[in-house]
């Protein structure tokens, strides 16, 4: 996977996103919450480092959702390698 730096940050996200939003805010009702896992956990397999989620979508329901999606394999996407998000925690 291809890398970019994100803005003036220096942190590095892959080429290629994951936007977030339509798991649980914004297009219709949310979807299950164990597929939308898998769908995260299956991006990071494939390289994805990059999760476009904020505090809105929800509010807060979408991170949680991305947070617990990403909290096992973190060591693989954690900050120091490029998941990019706003007010992330791995709970």
């Given amino acids: 996977m291809q890398k ?3 803005g003036k940050s220096n942190l590095e996200v892959s080429a ?6 339509g798991m649980s805010f914004g297009y219709g009702p949310a979807h299950d919450k164990q597929e939308m896992i898998s769908l995260i956990r299956s991006a990071v397999e ?8 904020a505090e809105a979508y ?3 329901t979408n991170e949680e ?3 617990k999606a ?3 394999v973190r060591e693989r996407v954690g900050q120091e390698n490029g998941v990019a998000s706003k007010h992330l925690t791995f709970d």
């Fill in 16 to 21: 290629i996103g994951l936007g977030c939003m």
């Fill in 65 to 67: 959702l991305v947070g």
């Fill in 46 to 53: 494939r390289g994805v480092t990059f999760f476009d989620t």
């Fill in 58 to 60: 929800g509010p807060f």
């Fill in 70 to 72: 990403l909290a096992p």
């Fill in 4 to 6: 970019r730096k994100l």
